[in-house]
């Protein structure tokens, strides 16, 4: 089963999608793991996207990640990376497949309005990242054997 980290960013928040999003995954199939709505520390902000440091775009994407709150999530079902990325679409909108959610309520690439982990490996780091083990539950769900074949 894997997990990943998923932010509905703050341009999300701000228009109102964190419902939208949620709702997406949760009709998807996936399940529930942990949520916190946080204003995001530049700290916090600068591990998470330590990887794109140096990058052109990097101060803008701090700013952008600190600038207001964030709903952060993380969620759990088999090919789940695959299945949210999906979800969510390409990191430029313009390239997002239609449907997704960065195609049907975004357009440009530096206000993309959800994060998604993008690999089994980061999903655990990032979900460790954000969440203390405590936050994290551990539950089933009565449909789960409709959903989960294994
Ligand atoms: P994703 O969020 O789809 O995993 P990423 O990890 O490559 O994409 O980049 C992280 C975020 O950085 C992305 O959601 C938006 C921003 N970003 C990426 N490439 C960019 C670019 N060329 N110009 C501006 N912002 C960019
Ligand atoms: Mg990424």
């Known amino acids: 089963m894997e997990r990943s980290l998923v932010l509905v960013k703050p341009d999300g928040v701000q228009r109102g999608l964190i419902g939208e ?3 997406r995954l949760e009709r998807r199939g996936l399940r529930l793991v942990a949520a916190r709505f946080v204003q ?3 700290e916090l902000a600068e591990t998470h996207y330590a990887i794109h440091k140096g990058k ?3 101060d803008g994407l ?3 990640i600190t600038s207001a709150p964030v709903m952060a ?3 759990e079902g088999p090919n789940a990376i695959a299945a949210i990325r999906q979800t969510m679409g390409a990191t430029r909108p313009t390239e997002a497949a239609p449907g997704s959610i960065r195609h049907d309520y975004a357009l440009e690439v530096g206000r993309n309005l959800t994060h998604a982990s993008d690999s ?6 990032e979900v460790a990242l954000w ?4 936050e994290l539950v551990n539950w089933g769900r009565d449909v789960d054997r409709w959903i989960f074949e294994g």
């Open 73 to 75: 999530m993380a969620w």
């Open 56 to 58: 052109p775009f990097y």
């Open 131 to 134: 969440f203390k083990a405590e």
């Open 21 to 23: 999003v949620i709702s």
């Open 62 to 64: 701090i700013k952008y």
């Open 120 to 125: 089994g490996e980061n999903g655990a780091k």
């Open 40 to 42: 995001v520390s530049q």
